[in-house]
């Protein structure tokens, strides 16, 4: 299981590769919530963390859109 992303990391990344980050991790997002719906989930927190993981990125490619 991957741990939350650093913020150093993140930054470091292009637009691009923020869009595919975003749409990486609401693919996981989607599965988490399947397997929780299904009650197989076990690492509930892991829910937490992938969300705030995609406001991250979120916020960091929009602080990259408006730079240009």
Do not use: P, Y
């Not at 939350?4 to 749409?23: C, F, H, P, W, Y």
């Not at 599965?31 to 406001?55: C, H, S, Y």
């Amino acid at each position: 299981m991957k741990s939350k992303q650093r913020l150093s990391d993140i930054k470091a990344m292009t637009e691009d590769q923020l869009n595919d980050e975003v749409l990486k991790l609401k693919k996981e997002q989607f599965n988490l919530r399947f397997q929780r719906a299904t009650g197989q989930l076990e690492n509930t927190a892991r829910v937490r963390v992938i969300r705030r993981d995609i406001a991250r990125a979120k916020t960091i490619a929009a602080q990259k859109s408006t730079e240009k």
